[in-house]
């Protein structure tokens, strides 16, 4: 296990061999990862292991096996000095209805310890951070999904930790809030150098938010690597063109003239974030130029030709098994069951 610290460049997390077990499955199966500061993405489909593994780390329930380190202290001894410096959001629902968020946020913070000034001052700073202003004095049993997800996120960074533990918080939310909920947890490490650790079962919305992404199922490990990894540049270009008059089918007439020149290209319409767009491999400055001289022959538009990159959902190929599977042939990747050999909903992409 490295050396663990909080300076920049360096493991915030690490298990080692960290196992836990409950009568009939197994939710953790050797994991040995190492995690550094930004923003991690712990990702998997329900049922892969994440929740248990943040309870581990918080020091709220024992492994059975292994071990793992948090800003540098073990969790089976030093579980109340981690939860001083480490903020979690729970999953799921776990707010009183009857009192406001500011009520319950300033008794979060006087329970992490602050002083009743610096609770209320910390309280109003935090959740205009994120995003509730008047509705803030009204009962939590009246807010959307939205604001209660916000008020959660709000009680985790209200002592000013180091780390937060994030757990499924785009659950429940709209796009809109998704995306509002990403931005919020991107500039938890912006704007306050707070590492997050984020979990979800949505690929896609790690890969945006996240600098580096834990792949987790039943239990294991399959791939723990930076974003920029994960979604490598290609030598595939990516081309897409506008209709004319004379080629209704754009698309087809391109394809048909490369061919005519030797170019072999894909429909790529099926892949994630592509519309109408053909896929050709790139053998240098030739084929771009190649491209655009078909293009402006046929008298097209150019709407873009770019260097595709891969897409974590890559990782995964549903074969019918939901069997969780490499991108590439040198990174193969188990599908491990849980013990009692049930497979829950596969992780999947949120487009
Ligand atoms: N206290 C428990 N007793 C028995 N089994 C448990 C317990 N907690 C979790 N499990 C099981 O361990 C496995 C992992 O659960 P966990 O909640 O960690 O998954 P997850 O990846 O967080 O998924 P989800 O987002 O659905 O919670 C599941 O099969 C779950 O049923």
Do not use: W
């Not at 999904?145 to 785009?170: I, N, S, W, Y």
């Not at 984020?198 to 930076?226: A, I, M, N, P």
């Amino acid at each position: 296990m490295a050396h663990v610290t909080t300076v920049e460049g360096v493991t915030v997390i690490a298990t080692e061999s960290l196992s836990k077990r409950f009568p009939r499955v197994t939710a953790l199966d050797r994991l040995s990862v190492d995690v550094g500061p930004g923003v991690t993405g712990l990702v998997g489909a329900n049922g892969a292991g994440k929740s248990t593994l943040i309870k581990i780390l918080l020091g709220l329930s024992p492994a059975t096996e292994g071990r793992a380190e948090v800003l540098g202290l073990d969790v089976a001894t030093k579980g109340a000095a981690i939860r001083e410096r480490v903020g979690y959001m729970p999953e799921h629902d776990c707010l009183p209805p009857d009192v406001s968020a500011t009520e319950f946020v300033v008794h979060m913070a006087r329970m992490s310890g602050l002083p009743p000034t610096a609770a209320r001052e910390r309280t109003a700073d935090t959740l205009r951070h994120v995003g509730l202003y008047e509705e803030r004095y009204r009962p939590i049993g009246g807010y959307s999904t939205g604001m209660k997800q916000r008020v959660k996120l709000a009680q985790a960074l209200v002592h000013d930790p180091q780390l937060v533990f994030l757990d499924e918080p785009t659950n429940g939310l709209d796009p809109v809030g998704r995306d509002e909920m990403l931005g919020l947890i991107r500039r938890i490490h912006t704007d306050f150098g707070i590492s997050v650790l984020v979990t979800s079962h949505l690929l896609g919305e790690l890969e945006r938010t996240c600098d580096h992404v834990v792949v987790v199922d039943g239990g294991k490990l399959l791939r723990s690597s930076s974003t920029t990894d994960f979604t490598q540049t290609t030598t595939t270009l990516a081309v897409e063109v506008t209709d004319s008059d004379e080629h209704p089918d754009g698309t087809g007439a391109v394809r048909d003239a490369l061919h005519a020149r030797g170019v072999r290209t894909e429909d790529g319409s099926g892949l994630p974030g592509a519309g109408h767009v053909l896929l050709l491999t790139a053998q240098g400055e030739e084929t771009y130029d190649l491209v655009r001289d078909v293009i402006a022959d046929l008298g097209l538009g150019l709407v873009r030709m770019e260097q595709r990159r891969h897409h974590i959902a890559e990782v995964f190929r549903d074969d019918g098994a939901n069997t969780p599977a490499s991108a590439s042939p040198s990174t193969p990747l188990s599908a491990p069951r849980n013990d009692d050999g049930q497979r829950k909903e596969a992780a999947g992409h949120d487009g």
